[in-house]
């Protein structure tokens, strides 16, 4: 049995050739993996790895403030975890804020007022 039975497993080809890089896409491809191209030269790839480790570390984050604001809204309004989601998504899109911009809100008004109330989000 191989790796990629177990489904796509994914990978990363970084090359400063282009044709090398697709022959080695196709490759793993048919041998099914979920392949990933990125051809630039050697500066170039790792300017845009950073970038890209910078972007999901800020994702990660925004995350993890949403996850602790749906534990708190659920804590002080005994919501269920989908619910408590769906009430930081309202309030995000009612207001044409992002959604860990709102989370946010909700964790600071815990932190000030030290309750959950129905307009924390402002």
Known sequence: ??????GAMPVLVLDDSAARAEDVKNTLRDAGYEVTVIVAPGDDVLALLAAEVRALKLKL???????????V??????????????TLRKLAMDRNLKLADVAQRVLDSVHDEGTVHAKSAR
């Open 1 to 6: 049995m191989r790796l990629a039975d177990y």
């Open 61 to 71: 984050a925004e995350r993890k403030i949403v996850e602790r604001a749906k534990g």
């Open 73 to 86: 809204l659920m804590r002080a309004r005994g919501l269920d975890e989908e619910t408590a989601y769906r």
